[in-house]
């Protein structure tokens, strides 16, 4: 059997294009989702790839998700895409201390609570590939974003870190930071507004899913191997550092 996969977030956009790429790439691929049953039965009818519903920020389901996967499979998840995310935007003075949590144990508490559940498995196999979704707001800042800069900078900070614990035992640990791209959500940004966005990315475009996925893969690849606690930027050129 080929190496298992799970994509958190992966019935939608991006998470959904990095779900069908590791399926061409001929991984075994598992999309997980939170809340929108429809649209992942739909996505699976489409697609072929199996998917499971749980709260990727909620520790106990988390680890019950990847006991179920194992049991059904006789193996472990070798390869986990830590994509679930979502955005409760609003400036500081106005921002509760639920939106504050709720972005930050969805965002960055996900990524926690996965790795924990599948590390000893990959730990076992001598082989890991986890991909933790960033963001360019995370490298950057973004006005209104408070949390969810701060969740996705947690993010580039535990990739570094888990890297230096997982070398020895072959399993690497990167971040994709994405620019904007062309989803859904961005899509319902103001014409105005989205004009002046694009108007400060250098190569004149949004980014596309594929471009996302098309990195996730390359950092999944079995002859990954020597490259590990890095973040790759995929924004365009719109922030360089």
């Given at each position: 059997?080929?190496?298992i996969a799970l994509?958190?977030g992966g019935t ?54 990847i006991k179920d ?173």
């Open positions: 059997m080929s190496r994509v958190t939608r956009g991006i998470g959904a294009a990095i779900s069908i790429a590791l399926k061409e790439a001929g991984r075994t691929v598992i999309a997980s989702y939170a809340g929108n049953t429809e649209a992942a039965a739909a996505f699976t009818a489409a697609t072929g790839i199996e998917s499971i519903k749980f709260d990727a920020g909620n520790y106990d389901e988390s680890v019950a998700a996967i194992e049991a059904r499979y006789g193996a472990p998840v070798e390869i986990l895409v830590n994509n679930a995310g979502i955005t409760r935007d609003g400036v500081f003075a106005k921002m509760s201390r639920d939106m504050w949590d709720a972005v930050l144990d969805t965002n960055l508490g996900s990524c926690y609570n996965l790795c924990k559940a599948t590390f000893d498995g990959m730990k076992a196999k001598k082989f890991g590939r986890i991909v933790n979704i960033g963001s360019i707001n995370g490298q950057a800042g973004q006005y209104g974003q408070v949390n969810y800069a701060a969740a996705k900078s947690g993010i580039h900070g535990f990739t570094k870190a888990l890297a230096q614990e997982g070398a020895r035992y072959n399993i690497t640990v990167n971040a994709v930071a994405p620019g904007y791209v062309d989803t859904d959500m961005v899509r319902a940004v103001p014409a105005d507004v989205l004009e002046k966005i694009i108007s400060r990315i250098p190569r004149g475009r949004l980014g596309s899913a594929h471009d996302i996925a098309r990195g996730v893969v390359f950092l999944t690849a079995d002859d990954a191997d020597f490259v590990t606690g890095s973040t790759m930027s995929i924004n365009g050129g719109q922030h360089m550092y």
